[in-house]
Nanobody
Framework: VQLQASGGGLVQAGESLRLSCAAS????????MGWYRQAPGKQRELVAG???????NYVEFVKGRFTISRDNAKNTVYLQMNSLEPEDTAVYIC?????????????WGQGTQVTVSS
């Protein structure tokens, strides 16, 4: 199983980035997908999630700025990030959470660095 995240980079405050996470080795449409982030010295935290039927949820500090979406035909989940703030600087990590052969499976990608300068 691979979760390949891309799209990170260095931007200025107020700018936008679109992250992508391409999944392979799983039946993508059956998995709930999520984006987490981890800043230096901090714990990993959930940013946004999207269920297999397309229901989305966001943590409070990104509501109205970030949008998560998925394309099951491309086995890819996206995170559109607008109005970025320096506090959004972190490694953004893709997550897949589902059930296969009767067992819960949780997979993590390697992450993509997002750096927002003030």
């Amino acid at each position: 199983v691979q979760l390949q995240a891309s799209g990170g980079g260095l931007v200025q405050a107020g700018e936008s980035l679109r992250l992508s996470c391409a999944a392979s080795g799983i039946i993508f449409s059956t998995y709930n997908m999520g984006w987490y982030r981890q800043a230096p010295g901090k714990q990993r935290e959930l940013v946004a999630g999207i269920t297999r039927d397309g229901t989305t949820n966001y943590v409070e500090f990104v509501k109205g700025r970030f949008t998560i979406s998925r394309d099951n035909a491309k086995n890819t989940v996206y995170l559109q990030m607008n109005s970025l703030e320096p506090e959004d600087t972190a490694v953004y990590i893709c997550n897949a959470d589902g059930v296969f052969l009767g067992r819960r499976r949780v997979y993590w990608g390697q992450g993509t660095q997002v750096t927002v300068s003030s």
